[in-house]
Every structure is written in structure tokens, then in C-alpha cells.
């Protein structure tokens, strides 16, 4: 039995091995999780939630660079772990500037302006910048040529930054959404489809009243009950998911316990449990992954459309539906990268998933050689 398992594992990974799409969406998936526990490594802002604003350089196009100092902050903060995965807490001043003078006492700055016309002049002591003992020292040290790859949003932030670390917010809720709709849907359609009867009416009666409620109406109201905030927009897509998983499942133990070796497990006298768990479920859960990968992509899709209509991730955090959100009158202002470039990101996630979720099929179809 464990040989015949073993090929049939070894057949659906060498069909899913010549599906170029599928190997293709793998690889660019595997890239964005990669991304996502490293964001704060690879983002060049890598405050907490890259919320480094700087007013005067707001909604600057892909490209734009300009010099920077940077003023220590007074408060010393200890650097760990949790920093490289979470960012910053405390995070140094950071100032565009035009131009700037050396002066005994200090350094003299212009601060940055779009037309490139002399800025406010501000003056900043020597005793601000730690570990020099001369200004002609500051320069070298604190003032950077800073280049913002995807330009920045309304608030001067880095975009890149923010797309960076917002990849975790779309990942998280596809995995925690459908890691419930999963323990959910299958508990449910199991116990519906093995056992019948009144069980099966009473789950299937659930099944069909939730699956008559619109989904994003049902998340609102989910998330309206429990509140605005990042793990409750978890829970209500996870909890809106179920259904279509549960209804497979059901279709499939349906046909599988009629199957003679689960006749046979029940004249040896096992549990519903062990039968349930050890013979229906893994002849049954094929479909099911397929249907995980789509699923991916519809609650990464309802996350975004929550944040866009500001009950999904709160701001600071940042999150692509969030930045659509708060960008997409700059498309008829002559900025329309703002908004386009969160809106590419989410629909390449989104297509990967289908992708891969269309190659899996093709790879357990057993009719398929």
C-alpha cells in the first residue's frame, strides 16, 4: 500500500513538474514568503511599518532621490531579533535637503523643495550627531544620497518599503484564512457526509444559509461584531470560507464510505473517528487542495477590498489595499503609480495562486497520464 502511495505521490509531482506555469507560480510564491519574513531586512526603510514620513518629498515618482541627513535619536534603543523581523521602534530624524554648510559650531541645512528655490534654513549643534568630534565629520557620516526605487505616497514614505512589508498582510490572511476555512469545512463536511440523516440536514440547512449571504456582506458584518483590527479581518474571511469546503468534503466522504476497505475497517470494529481520520479523509482531500489555492487568492482579494473600504488593516500597518485606498484619486492627478503598483502586486499574487491551483488539479487528475 505504501509503494502504490508513494508512486502515485511521485506521478503527481512529476506532472506538476512539467506544468511551466505551475513550477513558475511555486517559484514566485516561495520568493514573496521569502520577502515577507525578510521585509524589514530588504525594505530601505526599516522603521516599524516603514513609517518614516517626510512631508516635503510626497508623492515623488519611481526614481526620485535626494540627499538626506540624519539626526541620531536621543533615546537609545537597543537593537535585537525582534528588530530584524518587526522593525525599528525608535528610529532616527531623517530631513530632505537641498543643501547644506559646515559651520564651526555645526552644520547649516537647506531643506528640500520642489522647485529646487532655497529651502528653510535650519542649523543643527554638533552635539545632536553622536561620534563626531569635528563637523566637517558630519557630512561623511549623516547626510546620504537616499534614492526611492517606487517613489514615495502621499505622506513621503518609501512605497517600496511599504509594498515590501505589505506582502505580509496579504500572505498572513491567506494562510490564517484558509488554515480556519480547512479545520471548519472539513470537520463539518466530514460529519455531514458519514453520517447522514439528521446530521447531514441540520449541516447542510448551515451550509446553504451561509452560502446565501453575499461573502464581502457577511465579512463586513463579521468584522463590524468584532471590530476594526488586524486579526479580526483574519477571522471573519476564515469564517466566510468554509462553505465551499465543506461541501466538497461531504460530496467526497459521500462516495468514499462506500468503499469496500471502509467496509471492512467497520467489521474489524474500528471508530468513526479512526475510520473518519486513517481511511475516509485521505482518499478525499484531493479537491480540497485545489480548492485551498483558490481560496488563497479569494481571501487575499476580500483583505484588500476590506482595507480599500478601511474596516481591514489599520494604518500605520501597511497593507496593499490600504495604499490603493489612499492613492487612488492620484490617478487622475498624473500619479497614477501610486495606485497602479499595489494594484499589479495584488493581481500577480492573486494570478500565481490560481495558477498553481490550476496546475495541482491537472497534477491529481489520475485520468491524466
Same mark, same amino acid.
Not at 251 to 259: D, E, I, R, Y
Given at each position: 500500500?505504501?509503494?502504490? +502511495? ?6 503527481? /509531482? ?13 517559484? !514566485?510564491? +516561495? ?6 519574513? !525578510? =521585509? ?45 523581523? !518587526? ?44 561620534? %563626531? ?9 549623516? @547626510? ?19 509594498? /515590501?512589508?505589505? @506582502? ?30 439528521? %446530521? ?25 461584531? &468584532? ?35 471502509? *467496509?471492512?475497517?467497520?467489521? &474489524?470494529?474500528?471508530?468513526? /473517528? ?7 479523509? $485521505?482518499? =478525499? ?23 480599500? /473600504?478601511? @474596516? ?16 487612488? =484619486? ?11 503598483? $499595489? ?6 499574487? %492573486?494570478?500565481? !495562486? ?13 485520468? *491524466?497520464?
Amino acid at each position: 500500500m505504501d509503494q502504490v +502511495s508513494t508512486s502515485l505521490t511521485r506521478q503527481a /509531482l512529476r506532472k506538476f513538474s512539467r506544468n511551466f506555469w505551475g513550477v513558475l507560480s511555486l517559484i !514566485f510564491i +516561495s520568493l514573496c514568503v521569502l520577502t515577507a519574513i !525578510f =521585509a524589514y531586512a530588504l525594505a530601505p526603510d526599516d522603521s516599524r511599518n516603514a513609517n518614516q514620513m517626510h512631508l516635503s518629498i510626497h508623492s515623488k515618482k519611481p526614481g526620485f532621490s535626494v540627499q538626506m541627513l540624519t539626526i541620531p535619536n536621543e533615546v537609545a534603543d537597543k537593537r535585537g531579533v525582534g528588530d530584524f523581523f !518587526f522593525g525599528k521602534k525608535n528610529v532616527d530624524t531623517e530631513i530632505p535637503i537641498n543643501d547644506y554648510t559646515v559651520l564651526e559650531e555645526g552644520i547649516r541645512i537647506s531643506e528640500y523643495t520642489t522647485d529646487g528655490t532655497s529651502g528653510l534654513l535650519k542649523t543643527y549643534p554638533l552635539e545632536l550627531f553622536e561620534g %563626531v568630534s569635528n563637523a566637517e565629520e558630519i557630512p561623511a557620516r549623516y @547626510i546620504t544620497e537616499r534614492n526611492f526605487t517606487l517613489g514615495t505616497d502621499k505622506y513621503g514614505r518609501d512605497l517600496l518599503s511599504r509594498m /515590501l512589508i505589505g @506582502i505580509r498582510i496579504s500572505l498572513a490572511i491567506g494562510f490564517v484564512a484558509v488554515f480556519i476555512s480547512l479545520l471548519i469545512g472539513i470537520t463539518l463536511g466530514a460529519i455531514a457526509g458519514y453520517f447522514g440523516g439528521k %446530521v447531514d440536514a441540520a449541516i447542510m440547512w448551515l451550509i446553504n444559509v451561509t452560502w446565501s449571504i453575499p461573502t464581502l456582506l457577511l465579512v463586513i458584518a463579521i468584522t463590524l461584531a &468584532l471590530g476594526k483590527g488586524f486579526w479580526q479581518v483574519f477571522i471573519a474571511v476564515g469564517l466566510t470560507m468554509w462553505v465551499e469546503v465543506a461541501r466538497v468534503v461531504r460530496g467526497q466522504v459521500l462516495g468514499v464510505k462506500q468503499m469496500q476497505y471502509v *467496509t471492512a475497517a467497520r467489521a &474489524l470494529g474500528y471508530t468513526d /473517528l479512526r475510520i473518519i481520520l486513517k481511511h475516509i479523509l $485521505p482518499n =478525499a482531500l484531493a479537491p480540497v487542495i485545489i480548492i485551498s489555492a483558490a481560496n488563497f487568492a479569494g481571501a487575499i482579494l476580500i483583505e484588500s477590498g476590506l482595507s480599500f /473600504l478601511g @474596516i481591514g488593516a489599520q494604518p500605520p500597518m501597511p497593507s496593499w489595499g490600504g495604499i490603493i485606498k489612499d492613492h487612488y =484619486a492620484y490617478i487622475i492627478l498624473g500619479k497614477p503609480f501610486l495606485a497602479v503598483i $499595489p494594484g499589479l502586486a495584488i493581481m500577480s499574487l %492573486v494570478t500565481a !495562486f490560481m495558477l498553481i491551483g490550476n496546475a495541482l488539479r491537472d497534477a491529481l487528475d489520475v485520468r *491524466t497520464t
